[in-house]
């Protein structure tokens, strides 16, 4: 008996994964979804049917993709195109598809080798702006320092940058972070 509902459960799954197509995925991104409507995605979609929602020109879309991507498994967001990922989170003029773009890039591993510069520059830039918003700061002080920990003079400058930065302009919680990543 137990083997049957296996069975049954295998080509539920299977159906579930067939009725996804461009269409649908699309019909459903541009309602308003909440969070158990984005667990279910992140189980039932494939990522490359999420992935290139990511720059529709409806920013609802794009942010729900995204959202939904956050929540995949890290072992499936690390297969998504790094470069692609950062060029995205520094090109949208969207702060929350930046949020969790950036969201993605920093479940991603970095290396010495996949470092872009530019994508530093623009971390180190973002984290320092008391206008942007917090989650963005933050996850961009991460990502730089992460980007710089391989390099002691990369890393002497980052601690210089957070030594300027006013605390009085921040919410608490970058305050925190600031202070993390200083006594690390």
């Not at 996804?20 to 490359?48: M, Y």
């Not at 990511?54 to 498994?73: G, I, M, S």
């Not at 989650?135 to 390099?151: E, F, N, S, T």
Request: proline share 6%; charged share 25%.
């Amino acid at each position: 008996m137990l083997g049957i509902c296996c069975i049954f459960a295998c080509v539920n799954r299977f159906l579930l994964h067939r009725m996804w197509d461009n269409d649908n995925i699309l019909q459903v991104l541009r309602s308003s979804l909440g969070g158990a409507d984005v667990r279910t995605l992140a189980k039932e979609v494939p990522c490359l049917l999420l992935l290139p929602r990511l720059y529709d020109d409806d920013f609802r879309v794009a942010r729900n993709a995204a959202w939904v991507l956050t929540h995949k498994p890290v072992s499936q967001i690390r297969t998504l195109p790094y470069n692609d990922l950062i060029d995205l989170s520094m090109a949208t003029p969207d702060t929350s598809l930046r949020r969790l773009v950036l969201n993605l890039v920093e479940k991603q591993e970095i290396t010495e080798e996949s470092m872009r510069t530019d994508f530093l520059d623009f971390c180190l830039q973002h984290m320092y702006i008391p206008i942007e918003p917090p989650g963005v700061q933050a996850l961009c002080m991460k990502l730089a320092y992460r980007m710089c920990l391989p390099y002691p003079e990369l890393m002497h400058e980052f601690r210089e940058t957070l030594d300027m930065m006013q605390k009085e302009h921040y919410k608490p919680g970058m305050t925190h972070l600031i202070n993390k990543i200083k006594n690390q």
